[in-house]
């Protein structure tokens, strides 16, 4: 991925955390035929110094069966992004742009068909993802209704080997226009003021 020194953020904690917060990401591979596959992630940061992304895709999905075990992979994920109006600036002239988090892992991948590691991967995401007062868990239902379910996906693990991040979030301007940006971001829509939250977490500018 292309990243202006700019924008680069090599802190791993962060994007970490972001993978954690975003979950869903798109696994790459390419060969005869290229495959994208969006599926929703668990992460183990520091597994005996590896980290490893932990993933399923339905069995009936051709892309797992195009992957040679140990093949390398891309998986991408995009965070909170908006676009930037050349009206919110304090200064002028300027242009219009956008404003995202993005994040690429290379990795090498293993398939993982045994049906206990399975029954764990899928446990493991529900218990993650479900709020902890919906009323329902997954141990709380049948096990042969998992069981039942099992054979319709195919899981994988990624060794992740290579991180990128940019973060483009308005830093390459002063503080005036950065304020501007900001604010006009938190009086935005759902998706403008999840921007402006992780600006205030990532690249906080004073708002006085």
């Not at 399923?56 to 908006?82: E, I, Q, Y």
């Amino acid at each position: 991925m292309y990243v202006p020194t700019v924008f680069r953020n090599e802190d791993r904690d962060l994007a970490w955390s972001l993978i954690e917060t975003i979950r869903f990401g798109s696994l790459v591979s390419s060969g005869d035929v290229p495959f994208v596959s969006h599926v929703p992630f668990c992460l183990d940061r520091d597994r005996g110094g590896r980290t490893v992304l932990i993933g399923h895709m339905a069995r009936g999905n051709a892309h797992w069966k195009s992957l040679d075990p140990g093949s390398r992979v891309l998986v991408t994920f995009v965070g909170p992004n908006s676009y930037i109006s050349p009206s919110w600036y304090a200064s002028s002239p300027r242009a219009p742009t956008w404003n995202y988090v993005g994040i690429h892992l290379v990795g090498t991948i293993e398939i993982v068909h045994d049906r206990n590691a399975l029954d764990t991967m899928v446990r493991r995401l529900s218990r993650e993802m479900e709020a902890p007062d919906s009323g329902w868990s997954i141990d709380g239902i049948d096990p042969g209704y998992v069981d039942h379910l099992l054979p319709g996906i195919v899981g994988f693990e990624i060794t992740v080997s290579d991180v990128d991040m940019q973060v483009r979030l308005s830093q390459q301007n002063d503080d005036n226009d950065r304020r501007q940006v900001r604010q006009a971001l938190a009086d935005g829509g759902l998706r403008q003021r999840q921007v402006a939250e992780i600006m205030d977490r990532i690249v906080p500018v004073d708002r006085n």
